[in-house]
């Protein structure tokens, strides 16, 4: 069956922002000029489509990402936009981090008041981690103390991005009518703010002409409230143009001997440059008002790539462990990434794939080359958020859901048996904070096992345990909202009744200096007996508790290698327990069967650390030497000596607790900055700046986690509900002595008191 689309005239893009930046009332409005509605939605009156859950619905937020396909003309051709709405609240960043591992090009949403918001930092950095190119689209330009250029500001400050105005705003505030197109040359005006509104062309000369002004007041009142004239207009696009210029070697000896690029020239050359990560384009609108959508559909046909654009994708050969690229396109064997896990009330599981190349057919055999598994897909669906379209096939460079796939995790690989692949897959954060639950009857007691199990499948962020000393079931997220969401599903989804309890923070340990230990296990039975015996070294790795431990490279591994145990040593990075492993063991002291046993018993070691029970991370450990027994010895027994010299060499290297720091943006009226600040000082707060914004003042800082519980209700408090603020995890840092007797006694007093 021949494509529908052309490999080139696909987008697959993500729409990402803070929280009530606007993303999902921008995506509806996509939508409706799209056609795939027919009538609005609104987070406010919780009617989006993109926002279908109950909980989003009722919240006004987004918490999972939606997925829809929508059609838009440029220059007469027709483009398929996939869609994926993010959430901007921080507890959900597990969305935004999956959906960016699969798209191909992204709109940032910026408040024009706010600027750079915390979580528009951390979606940005996700962002850069995965080279996607971006467009940028200052919403809200209708708000009170509207500033655009103040958005640019905060992008060039506290992003170190490279924006580059497209548009000027046309008006402010409640004057805002449309914008000045700097490509084009002339001015876009909306005719008012119902939905379908017309906009207008006006030429340049035109605009300026005091009579058309007289005849159109409302353009001269908002020419006025932006100050803008023919020579405002012709500097900011000389440096505009020369902006663009200089990013793009293909036209810069045009411009520099012409001082001109026409249209044409210089969409092509924003292109380029936004596709190799050196520009982001920057447009402005008012999406509730049903402003800037047309243009911004239009740069993300322009500016953002198709599948053919992005390099080839890579990943390793299963079977030779060698690297292999995979093309976008049909004729290539086919391989994708599954990036989402849903349960549907009536398809039953959803996974999301993106493919990258070849095609997918129903009723087709897939292989999963991370789990080395063979899967059927029993029916494949175009999604439009909850609802969905029933398809034959799934090309090259397109989303799609699948249906009667058994197996599949968030990040697995699916591929063709005959050529495997594994792609790279998604990296997620660790949750930083816990609950306990119980189910209130028997009878609830099996369906929270079950429904725990497939909201676990769906978020790779929220993990279920049970407290070796307590019994109890523990379920950790990224915050308190996160879990409050998963157990509301848990009791409207699944219809289980539970107590919860109080949140408690998911501290970890660390090593602050070297020491050695050694682990022998020796039992005697009747028969063959068990004999494991190894002698190793713990070592602290730098940055304890930073997330940056995720990013070394090959060669910072090398290095740290050579540091902590000199040369000849091989070494393993374990990212999920942040373990550098090294074997030095030369010789037959022990054979090489028995190593990874070894590992295996520090790794299981390190979910339970010496001071309180927390996991322990940032540890290097060398494994220097040990004995065997020809026929004593066996896997489990050098296991549990690998596990026994690590808690004795960490027992000796003065062991710290690490505690979870969040950043804090508090938004105030100043008049109650004092008690703000005095509250912040009480909670151990590191204020990092102020800043004031739009009549208000934004105190930044990094705060334990342990100390923001109830903060939500305490700041509504202090400034009689006028205060706002948004928190999301930075990383772990070395608790007080205090604070660290404190929750190490509760913890070895919980065990006394089995």
């Known amino acids: 069956?021949?494509?529908?689309?052309?490999?080139?005239?696909?987008?697959?893009?993500?729409?990402?922002?803070?929280?009530?930046?606007?993303?999902?009332?921008?995506?509806?409005?996509?939508?409706?000029?799209?056609?795939?509605?027919?009538?609005?939605?609104?987070?406010?009156?919780?009617?989006?489509?993109?926002?279908?859950?109950?909980?989003?619905?009722?919240?006004?937020?987004?918490?999972?990402?939606?997925?829809?396909?929508?059609?838009?003309?440029?220059?007469?051709?027709?483009?398929?936009?996939?869609?994926?709405?993010?959430?901007?609240?921080?507890?959900?960043?597990?969305?935004?981090?999956?959906?960016?591992?699969?798209?191909?090009?992204?709109?940032?949403?910026?408040?024009?008041?706010?600027?750079?918001?915390?979580?528009?930092?951390?979606?940005?950095?996700?962002?850069?981690?995965?080279?996607?190119?971006?467009?940028?689209?200052?919403?809200?330009?209708?708000?009170?103390?509207?500033?655009?250029?103040?958005?640019?500001?905060?992008?060039?400050?506290?992003?170190?991005?490279?924006?580059?105005?497209?548009?000027?705003?046309?008006?402010?505030?409640?004057?805002?009518?449309?914008?000045?197109?700097?490509?084009?040359?002339?001015?876009?005006?909306?005719?008012?703010?119902?939905?379908?509104?017309?906009?207008?062309?006006?030429?340049?000369?035109?605009?300026?002409?005091?009579?058309?002004?007289?005849?159109?007041?409302?353009?001269?009142?908002?020419?006025?409230?932006?100050?803008?004239?023919?020579?405002?207009?012709?500097?900011?696009?000389?440096?505009?143009?020369?902006?663009?210029?200089?990013?793009?070697?293909?036209?810069l000896a045009k411009y520099l001997e012409q001082h001109k690029l026409e249209p044409a020239e210089l969409r092509a050359s924003i292109r380029r440059s936004t596709l190799a990560l050196k520009l982001v384009p920057v447009l402005a609108g008012s999406a509730f008002k049903n402003k800037g959508v047309q243009p911004l559909l239009d740069a993300i046909v322009d500016f953002l790539p198709s599948p053919a654009d992005i390099p080839p994708v890579e990943g390793i050969n299963p079977d030779t462990e060698e690297p292999e690229l995979r093309r976008a396109a049909d004729d290539q064997p086919f391989s994708g990434l599954a990036f989402k896990i849903m349960s549907d009330p009536y398809v039953g599981h959803l996974t999301y794939i993106r493919v990258y190349s070849g095609i997918c057919k129903t009723g087709s055999t897939v292989y999963n080359a991370t789990k080395k598994t063979r899967e059927r897909i029993g029916r494949l669906l175009r999604m439009h958020a909850n609802k969905r379209e029933e398809i034959e096939s799934i090309d090259a460079g397109d989303i799609a859901a699948c249906v009667g796939l058994k197996n599949v995790s968030t990040g697995d690989t699916l591929c063709d048996e005959n050529k495997p692949i594994v792609l790279e897959a998604i990296e997620f954060p660790a949750p930083v904070i816990s609950v306990a639950i119980e189910p209130k009857t028997k009878a609830d007691q099996e369906k929270m096992g079950i429904a725990l199990g497939k909201l676990a499948q769906e978020d790779p962020t929220f993990r279920v345990h049970t407290d070796p000393d307590t019994g109890q079931t523990l379920i950790s997220g990224m915050g308190e909202l996160h879990l409050e969401i998963i157990v509301d599903r848990m009791m409207r989804e699944f219809g289980v009744q539970a107590n919860v309890g109080r949140p408690q923070v998911a501290y970890r340990e660390t090593i602050t200096k070297q020491a050695p230990g050694e682990g022998k296990y020796i039992r005697q039975t009747g028969g063959r007996g068990q004999y494991g015996h190894a002698k190793l070294s713990v070592h602290p790795l730098p940055s304890a508790g930073h997330e940056d431990m995720h990013e070394l490279s090959t060669d910072d591994l090398d290095e740290l290698t050579k540091q902590v145990a000199g040369k000849g040593g091989k070494w393993r990075f374990d990212k999920e327990h942040r373990l550098l492993f090294i074997d030095k063991i030369f010789g037959a002291a022990i054979p090489k069967e028995f190593i990874p046993p070894i590992e295996n018993g520090i790794k299981e070691a390190m979910e339970n650390g010496v001071l309180a029970g927390y996991e322990m991370v940032d540890i290097a450990v060398v494994l220097e030497d040990g004995s065997y027994h020809e026929v004593d010895s066996s896997e489990m027994a050098f296991?549990?000596?690998?596990?026994?010299?690590?808690?004795?060499?960490?027992?000796?290297?003065?062991?710290?607790?690490?505690?979870?720091?969040?950043?804090?943006?508090?938004?105030?009226?100043?008049?109650?900055?004092?008690?703000?600040?005095?509250?912040?000082?009480?909670?151990?707060?590191?204020?990092?700046?102020?800043?004031?914004?739009?009549?208000?003042?934004?105190?930044?800082?990094?705060?334990?986690?342990?100390?923001?519980?109830?903060?939500?209700?305490?700041?509504?408090?202090?400034?009689?509900?006028?205060?706002?603020?948004?928190?999301?995890?930075?990383?772990?840092?070395?608790?007080?002595?205090?604070?660290?007797e404190e929750v190490i006694s509760k913890a070895t007093g919980k065990v006394g008191a089995k």
Not at 21 to 31: D, V
Not at 108 to 133: L, N
Not at 147 to 173: N, W, Y
Not at 726 to 733: D, G, K, L, R, V
């Open 1 to 251: 069956m021949a494509r529908r689309f052309q490999l080139d005239r696909m987008r697959n893009i993500g729409i990402m922002a803070h929280i009530d930046a606007g993303k999902t009332t921008s995506t509806e409005r996509i939508l409706f000029y799209t056609g795939v509605t027919y009538k609005i939605g609104e987070v406010d009156e919780g009617t989006a489509t993109m926002d279908w859950m109950e909980q989003e619905r009722e919240r006004g937020i987004t918490i999972t990402s939606a997925a829809t396909t929508a059609a838009w003309k440029r220059f007469g051709h027709q483009y398929r936009i996939n869609i994926i709405d993010t959430p901007g609240h921080v507890d959900f960043t597990v969305e935004v981090e999956r959906s960016l591992r699969v798209l191909d090009g992204a709109v940032a949403i910026f408040d024009s008041v706010a600027g750079v918001q915390p979580q528009t930092e951390t979606v940005w950095r996700q962002a850069d981690k995965y080279r996607v190119p971006r467009i940028a689209f200052v919403n809200k330009m209708d708000r009170t103390g509207a500033d655009f250029d103040h958005v640019i500001r905060t992008m060039r400050q506290r992003l170190s991005a490279h924006p580059v105005p497209l548009q000027f705003p046309l008006g402010k505030e409640d004057n805002f009518i449309g914008v000045l197109d700097f490509i084009e040359e002339r001015a876009i005006v909306w005719k008012d703010e119902t939905l379908g509104a017309e906009f207008e062309y006006i030429a340049l000369d035109k605009l300026w002409d005091p009579e058309f002004q007289k005849s159109r007041p409302e353009i001269a009142t908002a020419l006025k409230a932006s100050a803008v004239n023919a020579e405002f207009y012709k500097e900011h696009r000389d440096k505009v143009v020369e902006y663009v210029a200089e990013h793009d070697d293909a036209v």
């Open 639 to 740: 296991k549990i000596a690998g596990s026994m010299a690590f808690k004795e060499a960490c027992g000796r290297a003065h062991p710290k607790l690490l505690e979870p720091i969040m950043r804090v943006e508090v938004v105030v009226p100043e008049e109650y900055m004092s008690q703000v600040f005095g509250d912040l000082n009480s909670r151990r707060a590191h204020v990092q700046g102020t800043e004031n914004r739009a009549g208000s003042h934004v105190i930044r800082s990094e705060v334990p986690l342990s100390e923001m519980f109830g903060y939500a209700t305490d700041l509504r408090s202090r400034t009689q509900g006028r205060g706002s603020f948004t928190m999301h995890f930075s990383h772990y840092a070395q608790a007080p002595a205090n604070v660290s």
